[in-house]
Structures are given as structure tokens and as C-alpha cells.
């Protein structure tokens, strides 16, 4: 469980990240980054609350001392290794003689925390948008010295969801099937606008008084845990918000790239990897700003490096995460991302992160997974990768005409790529997300085709995620537009009366269908985990015809079996026998009806049947 901390401040003007640390872990070394006015010269020391020497924690031990460029910041080293939960109490004094004191605080970690278990693929992950997906405490839509208040006739806007919203339908999103939820950042966004999506953080440290307060996040962690339900939190490590107090006062003078000035990046990731490029079109792409108001971070510098290690694991520890989603992955520096992951899978061996590289070539998203085949020596811990490559084939399988170069071969082509990856059923894979058409758009507002791509999302290889809406047909018409995507879940706030996505009212028989297909399928996945743990086996595609089995390791389980077709005809069972030898019988899971391996089932045209093989 999650543990409540209290945050208070040290007094004296003096913060201090990360606000606390905790006993025991992998990792002895902590790096206490204290900002306060003139702090850089201070002298520092371990006392006892009676001011003795040799310190409140014996078993602390001050290794380093630094100062940057700012005279406001200082750095502080403390090795860990002996020391017992409990307070530390350093006292600064200044060359004037002036003294302030600091209280830290170790705390006991909860049991086998260092051994939690991350997200896996026996998991589906809900992705939601919390501005615009439930608004359960209306006292906190705008707050105090916060610009940006809540106006939902602004569809860049903020519209008042919250980590109470989420709280309070849980039981939906448990009831539906899912087993993880990553939500847009929840971190302090305090921008003059456009602050509703979370990515320009302004405070590493604390949830956005908007979405909730540190506490909430925790309640929201607790409570999905009593369900089933893990929680995964969206880093940003490339950036910050404008409005961050680094902007106005930078610990050190490369602590923002392109000296702390503009400069927008190529986009080019290709760069990282082109044995042709030039070295300032690799400097184009990391160094480069996304916009004006994201700054972006220089984590060469190795206490930025640091701070950003520790901050993650301070969520990990403080939170209970079952896992971190990291946002515009190969953005940030290379070796640095080496060292992140290597710290964060070196405290907990068996957690997952996944990183979100936008990229449709396989080649590109595979570097970063651990275990892949690389074209150097670079050495990444990241579990997952999210399977960009796999959501755009599908899309243009199903928008395609059936030739031997269009339709289901792009899906098959892409998956016999999977020997690039370290482990391909850890990739994340998707049918949309909050940064494209939403997947009932992609494929032409057609149910059918959105059938067919939500049981593959939900059934190939991989953890599948799927946006918040899609399961009832959310979808942003003749628009692309981020704030149409991010529409308000109807029913989310009390003054939806006519539209209602938890309880139904007012969804169309198509979209109460597609819930139900969802809700099908994913409670299926979590009743029937080893057809998901185990193999993907696919048959080239035929005659307009995807057929593809999921192999458990135990044959006693049986096999599942997915057909995709384009076109209405009668299949001879007797096509897979390769797959179907020594089983006798298909079991369609949407209708219960049997079939012997010898007969030929009747597959209507732009459908997707689901067959468990016994």
C-alpha cells in the first residue's frame, strides 16, 4: 500500500528535493538538492537535536558538498548504506554566522516494495486524460495564484476532471476489465494556458492542486489496488514548463539546453542511429525545445541527472506505481536514459516502464527495449516500448484494399519484424492515444472495422492500452485537433443528463455494442491469462483472410484462435491443421457455439471471430 506523507516545510526559507527518502534501499547515495536564498556558500553538518556532533541517524554520512552556478542552490551528498529510518537534522550556517536547520526524514519502506511487480501482459491498460475524464470535487476547478481555470467551452482549456473523478468509477473501469491505469501527468502544470494535458511540469514534487492534492494520488493508488487495478504514472524527463522556477533561477548555467534559449528540435530521431549523420543533426534532435513554453533539459549535467533518478523512484516508493510511462523517450539524452533505467530496474528487478517512441519503423522503436538487436553497444534497461509500428500497420490494413502488397499483409510484415525486439510481447500495443485520431476515426467511422482492430489490440502479442472513450466510439470527425480527441468522457460531469458512458443512457445501440465487445474481450483476457503469457503463431494472410493462434505453454490449456476477414466465406478448419493437430474442438467466445477441428466455419465479411481450441 501507498503510505500518507505529510509535507512540511523546514522553515528558514530552505527546500529540499527529494522531500523525504526512505531506509533500505538498493541505491546508498542520496542527493539532497536544497534551494533557499544564498544557500550555495553554507557550511553543512549532521547534529543531534541537542546539537551534538555525529548526527540524530548515526548511520548517515555526508560524502560531498557542491555549489553551481546559482547562489541560491546547494547539492548534498549523503551515504546511506547503515542508516535506520528515522530523522536527520543538518544545520547550515552561513559565513555571516547566521544558522538554519533541516529536517529529513528516512522513512521505513513498505514490505517487498524493492520486489513489486510491474505491469506485465496479463494486464490492459485504461489510458485517461484526467482534465477530461470524470469531475469529482467541483471546490477544487480553479484554484488560487492558477491561471488557467476551468471553461469546457474551451476545448484547449480546462474542464475540471480529477483524481476524485477517477476514484469514483473505479468500479467502471474495474468492471470493464481493466487491470492498470496510466493517466496523463498529474503534476503541477502552473501555465498561463493550455495546461490541462499535463506535460509541462512546473513541480516534480506535487500533484496540480486542479487534479487534486500528493494525497489524493495516493488515495487514488490505494483505493485501484483494492480492486486489481495498478497505477502507472507519465513521466516527462525531456522538459519542463516555462513557469518553472528553474527558468527565473537555474541551478547551473547548462542546467536548460541551448542556454536556457529557444531553439526547436529537427524531430529527426532517425539521427540517433544514421551511420551517414552529421553531428549537429544528432545535436538538432536532443538538444532542441518542443515549443517555446517546454524548456528543454540539459540531463548531461549530472545532478539534473540525479535529481530526475530520484524523482521517479520517489514516485515509485511514495505512490506504489506499478509502472512508469515515459514521455517522448529518445528526446532526452542517451546515456542518460542508459542510467535512469539501469537505477530504476536495479531498485525494483521486476517493474515495468514503458517509452513512448513515435516511430512507424520497427527498427527504430526496438533500440531502446533491453534485449534487443542493436547496430552498437548501447546498453538500455527499458522494458517496453510502445508499438507505434503495429497501430499505424493495422490502420492501414483495415482502410486498405486486399492486394498481395495492401491489406493484412502490412500486420503480418510488421509482426515478422518481432525478432528485432529484447521481448515483443512487453510492447505496449494500441489501437489510438491522446495524441491521434481516435481509432473509430482512423478506420472511417465504420463499427466493423473498429471491431476488427480492437480484437486484435486486445488479443495479439503485447500489453494492450486502450484510450478512455474508445470503448464507445468516441471519435474527433473532419478535425485532428488535441482538445476534440481529449472530449469529455459524457457522463463524467453532473450536468451531463443526456449522454451518459458508465451508465449507458443515451448511447447508441452501436455504442452500447462496443462497450460490450471491450468489456467482452478484456474480461476474457483476465480469466484466461495463459493464452496471453504465451506465443503468437500467424498464418501469412489468404484470400482476404488474418488467422492467428496464441500458444500457452501448457498444451493442456488449449490454444486461442483469432480469424480476421474481409470478405463473407466458409473456411476450411483443415487450412491450420499445422496449428490444430490433436485438438478437437473451436469454441466461438462471443456466442458459445462448437465447432470440430474437421468442419468449415461460415466467417462474415469485415468481422473478427475469437475461437478458444480445446
Known amino acids: 500500500m501507498a503510505t500518507t506523507l ?107 516494495s524493492s520486489q513489486r511487480q510491474g505491469f506485465t501482459e ?57 487491470t492498470q491505469i496510466w493517466t496523463m501527468p498529474l503534476l503541477e502544470n502552473a501555465m498561463d494556458a493550455y495546461s490541462y494535458h499535463g506535460y509541462s511540469t512546473t513541480d516534480y514534487y506535487k500533484i496540480d492542486p ?38 527565473k533561477d537555474k541551478p547551473s548555467a547548462d542546467w536548460i539546453n541551448n542556454k536556457g534559449t529557444f531553439k526547436g528540435t529537427t524531430h529527426k530521431r532517425e539521427s540517433l542511429h544514421d551511420p551517414h549523420a552529421v553531428a549537429s543533426d544528432v545535436k538538432g534532435f536532443s538538444d532542441g525545445w518542443f515549443v517555446p513554453t517546454m524548456p528543454d533539459l540539459n540531463q548531461r549535467n549530472p545532478h539534473l541527472a540525479n535529481y530526475l533518478i530520484q524523482n521517479a523512484i520517489w514516485w515509485v516508493e511514495y505512490a506504489n506505481l506499478s509502472g512508469i510511462r515515459v514521455d517522448t523517450y529518445s528526446y532526452s539524452d542517451k546515456d542518460f536514459l542508459a542510467q535512469w533505467t539501469q537505477a530504476l530496474m536495479a531498485e525494483y528487478p521486476n517493474f515495468n516502464i514503458v517509452g513512448e517512441e513515435w516511430s512507424v519503423n520497427p527498427a527504430i522503436t526496438a533500440y531502446w527495449q533491453a534485449g534487443s538487436h542493436r547496430h552498437d553497444d548501447y546498453e538500455s534497461a527499458l522494458p517496453s516500448v510502445m508499438d507505434f509500428p503495429l497501430q499505424t500497420a493495422v ?17 503480418y510484415e510488421t509482426l515478422a519484424t518481432d525478432f528485432l525486439y529484447g521481448d515483443s510481447n512487453n510492447l505496449v500495443v494500441f489501437p489510438d492515444n491522446h495524441d491521434m485520431s481516435r481509432i473509430f476515426t482512423q478506420v472511417d467511422h465504420d463499427v466493423r472495422k473498429w471491431n476488427m482492430a480492437m480484437t486484435l489490440f486486445l488479443t495479439t502479442r503485447g500489453i494492450p492500452q486502450v484510450f478512455y472513450g474508445t470503448e464507445i466510439l468516441m471519435s474527433n470527425p473532419g478535425t485532428d485537433d488535441h482538445g476534440i480527441i481529449r472530449t469529455d468522457f459524457p457522463g463524467g460531469w453532473a450536468q451531463d443528463n443526456q449522454k451518459n458512458g458508465f451508465n449507458d443512457v443515451g448511447l ?107
Open 210 to 247: 486542479r487534479f487534486g492534492s500528493n494525497e489524493d494520488y495516493v488515495s487514488l493508488s490505494n483505493h485501484a489496488t483494492e480492486k486489481g487495478v495498478g497505477i502507472i504514472m507519465d513521466m516527462v524527463l525531456n522538459h519542463i514548463g516555462s513557469n518553472h522556477l528553474w527558468m
Open 508 to 614: 447508441s445501440e452501436d455504442e452500447k455494442w462496443a462497450k460490450q465487445r471491450v468489456r467482452t474481450l478484456l474480461n476474457f483476457r483476465r480469466n484466461h491469462v495463459s493464452f496471453f503469457e504465451g506465443e503468437l503463431k500467424h498464418y501469412a494472410p489468404k484470400d482476404g483472410v488474418y488467422t492467428y493462434f496464441r500458444v500457452p505453454a501448457s498444451p493442456s490449456d488449449g490454444l486461442l484462435m483469432t480469424v480476421l476477414s474481409k470478405k463473407e466465406q466458409s473456411v476450411a478448419l483443415s487450412e491450420y491443421a499445422e496449428m490444430l493437430s490433436g485438438f478437437k474442438t473451436l469454441t466461438k467466445v462471443s456466442t458459445g457455439e462448437v465447432f470440430s477441428t474437421d468442419d468449415k466455419v461460415s466467417i462474415e465479411a469485415m468481422s473478427a471471430q475469437v475461437f478458444i481450441v480445446r
Open 6 to 112: 505529510s509535507f512540511t516545510a523546514n522553515g528558514n526559507g530552505l527546500n529540499v528535493s527529494p522531500p523525504n527518502w526512505w531506509a533500505g534501499m538498493a541505491s546508498p547515495t542520496l542527493e539532497l538538492m536544497i534551494h533557499g536564498e544564498g544557500v550555495a556558500d553554507d557550511t553543512i553538518r549532521l547534529v543531534t537535536k541537542s546539537g551534538l556532533e555525529s548526527g540524530v541517524n548515526p548511520g548517515v554520512k555526508i560524502e560531498k558538498v557542491q555549489s553551481l552556478d546559482s547562489n541560491n542552490y546547494l547539492f548534498v551528498t549523503l551515504n546511506t548504506e547503515d542508516a535506520r529510518s528515522g530523522e536527520i537534522v543538518l544545520l547550515l550556517e552561513d559565513k555571516d554566522g547566521t544558522k538554519r536547520t533541516l529536517h529529513y526524514t528516512l522513512q521505513s519502506r513498505s514490505e517487498k
Open 395 to 411: 490502420v492501414e490494413a483495415l482502410t486498405s484494399d486486399e492486394s498481395w502488397n495492401s491489406g493484412f499483409i502490412s500486420i
Open 122 to 178: 496479463k494486464d490492459a491498460i485504461y489510458l485517461i486524460a484526467p482534465d477530461r475524464f470524470a469531475n469529482g470535487n467541483i471546490e477544487n476547478d480553479n484554484v488560487d495564484g492558477y491561471a488557467d481555470s476551468v471553461d469546457r467551452e474551451n476545448k484547449g482549456g480546462r474542464h475540471g476532471g480529477d483524481i476524485e473523478g477517477i476514484i469514483d468509477h473505479l468500479d467502471y473501469i474495474s468492471d470493464m476489465g481493466f
